[in-house]
C-alpha cells in the first residue's frame, strides 16, 4: 500500500508563494495520477488538482491562475506551489493518489499539513 | 462546475440505528460517486467508491446506491466507531467536487 506524506512550513504570509512537497513510499511514482486536496478548517474539501507521471496537469479552475504542481521522479515526490496567498487559503492540504481503476476516487490519503496565511 | 448537496447537514443516531444519508448531484454523473468517512484531525477514509463498491477493508454494514443524480451511503448498524463526517465526491467531470458533508453525532 502506497503511503504519502506532506511536508511544508505551517506559517505563509499574506501575498506570498507556498510550497508544499508530498513524498510517495511503498511504491513508483512513475505511474497514474497524483493530487493535491485541500480542507479550509471546518468546511468541505476542495479539489486543486492532479498531475500525471508525465508531468501532465490538469487544476481547479478557481485556483488555476495561482497553482502548480511538479513532480519529480527521481525523488518520489511531488509537490505544489500556490501563488499570491491570502486568508482564505487557510487549510489542511492533503496530498492523495486516486484508485488505479479509473474511477478517480481518492484512495490513498497523507495525514495532511495545515497552512496558516498570517502576517 | 457539477454541484454536490448533501442531506441531511447533521444527523443523531444512537448504537445500532440504521441510517442513510443522501448526496444530490447538479447534473447526471453517472456512478462516478464515492463516500468518504473522516473523523476529527484525520484525513478521509474512501469507504464506496463508483457508487455501491465497497472498498477493500471496509465494513460491510456500509453500503451505496444509486445513479445519475441521486445516491445514498447507507450504514445498517451503527457502531460507535461510525461517528464522523461523510462526504461524497464526484469524479465524472473535472473539478472534482465534494458535497458540504454530513456529520453523524450520538
Known amino acids: 500500500q502506497v503511503q504519502l506524506q506532506e511536508s511544508g512550513p505551517g506559517l505563509v504570509k499574506p501575498s506570498e508563494t507556498l510550497s508544499l512537497t508530498c513524498n510517495v513510499s511503498?511504491?513508483?511514482?512513475?505511474?497514474?495520477?497524483w493530487s493535491w486536496i485541500r480542507q479550509p478548517p471546518g468546511k468541505e474539501l476542495e479539489w486543486i488538482g492532479y498531475i500525471y507521471y508525465s508531468g501532465s496537469t490538469t487544476y481547479n479552475p478557481s485556483l488555476k491562475t495561482r497553482v502548480t504542481i511538479s513532480i519529480d521522479t527521481s525523488k518520489n515526490q511531488f509537490s505544489l506551489n500556490l501563488t499570491s496567498l491570502t486568508a482564505a487559503d487557510t487549510a489542511v492540504y492533503y496530498c492523495?493518489?486516486?484508485?488505479?481503476?479509473?474511477?478517480?476516487?481518492?484512495?490513498?490519503w497523507g495525514q495532511g499539513t495545515l497552512v496558516t496565511v498570517s502576517s | 462546475d457539477i454541484q454536490m448537496t448533501q442531506s441531511p447537514s447533521s444527523l443523531s443516531a444512537s448504537v445500532g440505528d440504521r441510517v442513510t444519508i443522501t448526496c444530490r448531484a447538479s447534473q447526471s454523473i453517472s456512478t462516478y460517486l464515492h463516500w468518504y468517512q473522516q473523523h476529527p484531525g484525520k484525513a478521509p477514509k474512501l469507504l464506496i467508491y463508483a457508487a455501491s463498491s465497497l472498498q477493500s477493508g471496509v465494513p460491510s454494514r456500509f453500503s451505496g446506491s444509486g445513479s445519475g443524480t441521486e445516491f445514498t451511503l447507507t450504514i445498517s448498524s451503527l457502531q460507535p466507531e461510525d461517528f464522523a463526517t461523510y462526504y461524497c465526491?464526484?469524479?465524472?467531470?473535472?473539478?472534482?467536487?465534494f458535497g458540504q458533508g454530513t456529520k453523524l453525532e450520538i
Open positions: 465526491q464526484q469524479s465524472y467531470s473535472t473539478p472534482y467536487t
Open positions: 511503498g511504491g513508483s511514482i512513475s505511474s497514474y495520477y
Open positions: 492523495a493518489r486516486p484508485d488505479t481503476t479509473g474511477w478517480f476516487s481518492f484512495e490513498s
